[in-house]
């Protein structure tokens, strides 16, 4: 089965160092999503690239997070400097773009779990 | 990757029992849903998804029912298995227009299946 692959599945870091997750969407998939879960606030989507292009990133903290895709195969998410409150794990989800008005749930990797000490 | 926070939500059935598990969503605009199961560790797992022009879905042993009256979605698992156990998602995605798709999640319902 085809999969989102995201790396590391787990990271610990110290407050205010840098941390870059990483995505590899499913091949043919042209939209990318972030999301970030944690207990209080469940999912909350963070941002979403389409063809590599950012549409929308209002969920995302501009002054510390970033987020790119390089290329069609990878896509990223930053964080600088990293904070306690930034714990959570983070996911990665591709799909397809809509075909003939026929719609496909998207795939979610299986996160990065960060720990910020 | 626990999705589970400690105050969700929590239906316990007996295995073999039929589950249904509710959601009412927020956004009278939003005309595309899916439910989804995560399991402890693991991101979300697409389950159904159903649209707005539609008022039941089926699938393998799972039924999607939407009331757009009263904004509310529900997911119908019949034959509960062990295996279910699992907190499920349902998602609106408020934008439903060609590749332009954005999916906001309810808060999760925890199903625990007991022998």
């Known amino acids: 089965d085809a999969r989102v692959t995201q790396t590391p599945r787990h990271k610990v870091t110290e407050m205010g160092q840098e941390v870059t997750m990483r995505c590899q969407p499913i091949l043919g998939h042209n939209t990318v999503f972030w999301y970030r879960q944690t207990m209080m606030q469940g999912l909350e989507l963070l941002a979403y690239?389409?063809?590599?292009?950012?549409?929308?990133d209002s969920g995302m903290p501009k002054d510390r997070f970033s987020a790119e895709m390089p290329d069609a195969t990878l896509a990223t998410l930053k964080i600088q400097p990293s904070e306690p409150r930034d714990s959570a794990v983070y996911f990665c989800?591709?799909?397809?773009?809509?075909?003939?008005?026929?719609?496909?749930?998207?795939?979610f990797g299986s996160g990065t779990r960060l720990t910020v000490v | 990757g626990e999705s589970v926070g400690l105050h969700l939500p929590t239906l316990s059935v007996q295995e073999g029992d039929n589950s249904i598990i509710n959601c009412a969503y927020s956004n009278s605009a939003s005309d595309y849903f899916i439910w989804y199961k995560q399991e402890s560790g693991k991101g979300p797992q697409f389950i159904i998804d159903?649209?707005?022009?539609?008022d039941k879905r089926q699938g393998q042993r799972v039924t999607v029912l939407l009331n757009k009256t009263v904004k509310h979605l529900s997911l119908q698992i019949a034959a509960t298995q062990p295996g279910d156990s699992a907190v499920y998602f349902c998602a609106e995605n408020p934008a439903f227009s060609g590749g332009y798709n954005k999916l906001i999640f309810g808060a999760g319902t925890r199903l625990a299946v007991h022998p």
């Open positions: 159903i649209r707005s022009n539609m």
């Open positions: 989800a591709s799909g397809p773009a809509l075909r003939g008005g026929k719609s496909y749930g998207y795939t």
């Open positions: 690239f389409r063809n590599r292009a950012p549409l929308d």
